[in-house]
């Protein structure tokens, strides 16, 4: 009997949780051994960190042990991941070398801590809490420092968050809530019908909005005044910033790499091995902005079946050919004890035929909010067969 392909799988986010289990499901073990290396003993769901800045969720109902991979089949070792070295089919990593047939990366994005807090990261998650909990008011902003971030519209339900959490405080009307945006018109991205709603939510809401429409949003943060890149400088009380992201260092010291981000081969037709090498993949955040495409994990989960079918091809050795590529995500939003959510088909957008993805809207409604709870629990009982 041949021996099983070694399929190594570096990040244990939410690319390689699909894409291991996925594979997991389609490769017997005498085909493939399927290893997993995160640095974190935990997998978290990065959507709740939200959650977890209002003060609804704590740490460990927001992750789960990636260990719990091993009761399907799915070696998982915790390492911290060096370096990448394609040519030679080899991974450095904290606890030695690893060697692989196949490769996936999708180790995220990496985010360069500017020392304030946002929902971001877990631990900025926390930090953002205790900063609304010593919040008594006054002008507080939710700022993006530059593109591309992790999921475009999250700064839009923060400060709508902001704007439920300061209102059942008794706060609301002593406060002044101001997004600074690498976006000219909020929601822009998602075309101008999506523009005008959000511009139109936000009114409603009192938030003040100044798009600069380009990036970096910030040029400067200091002594509670910040310069947007319009000139404008805002006096502030508490700050909500998301902070650059770049490529993890090992992907960005690799041959992998383009434009600070690695590059995929044809993307917008399905094709996601490493633009050099036929045997690494390259998904999710770390390849998002060469496609383009936001960071989001709906996005990572609709074109993971094109790349696990085309690693089962390359395991198997056969092909039973692939669907249309076709690319959609999709974002449910808290707006403060409501749900709204946005859903979007971006393959005329990626294959540059529309400048646009194509949207639909669901307002403002309870159940939507339930959807989204419901969500988060869904997506650790498929993955990790466990709700935390
Ligand atoms: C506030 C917020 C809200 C969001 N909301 C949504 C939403 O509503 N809808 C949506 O679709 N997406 C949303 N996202 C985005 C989504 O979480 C990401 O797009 C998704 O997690 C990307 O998956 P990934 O596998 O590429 O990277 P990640 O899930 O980030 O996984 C990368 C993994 O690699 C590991 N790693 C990195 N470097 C190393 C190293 N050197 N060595 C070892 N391990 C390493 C990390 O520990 C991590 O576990 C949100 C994100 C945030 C922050």
Partial sequence: MATPKKVLILGGGTGGLIISNELRKLLSSGEAEITVVDRNERSEFRPSYLYVAFGYREPHQVSLPLSLLERKGIRFVQAEVQGIDAANRSVETSVGTMDY??????????????????????????????????????????????????????????????????????????????????????????????????????????????????????????????????????????????????????????????????????????????????DVYVVGDVVAPNVPLGMAGTILHSYSPYVVSNIVADVKGVSIGQPTFRVFGTCALDVGGFGMAAACDFTPFVQKKKPYPDCFFLPPAKPVRIFKEFFEKMYFAWLLGEVP
């Fill in 101 to 278: 047939d196949i490769l996936v990366v999708s180790l995220g994005a990496e985010t360069v801590d500017i020392g304030y807090p946002s929902p971001w990261e877990l631990n900025l998650a926390l930090k953002t809490r205790e900063a609304l909990a010593g919040f008594k008011g006054g002008t507080l902003v939710v700022g993006i420092h530059s593109n591309p971030y992790r999921c475009p519209p999250a700064p839009y339900e923060t400060a709508m968050l902001a704007h439920f959490y300061l209102e059942t405080r008794g706060l609301r009307d002593r406060s002044r809530i101001l997004i600074v945006s690498t976006m000219k018109r909020p929601f822009e991205n998602f075309g101008p019908l999506a523009a005008k709603m959000m511009s139109q939510m936000l009114e409603e809401m009192g938030i003040e909005h100044i798009g600069v429409g380009g990036s970096p949003a910030i040029t400067s943060i200091e002594d509670n005044v910040l310069e947007a890149a319009t000139g404008e400088r805002i006096k502030f009380d508490a700050a909500f910033i998301v902070p650059p992201h770049r490529a993890p260092k090992p992907v960005a010291e690799s041959e992998l790499v383009k434009n600070g981000w690695a590059a995929a081969r044809n993307p917008a037709h399905g094709d996601f091995r490493s633009e050099k090498y036929d």
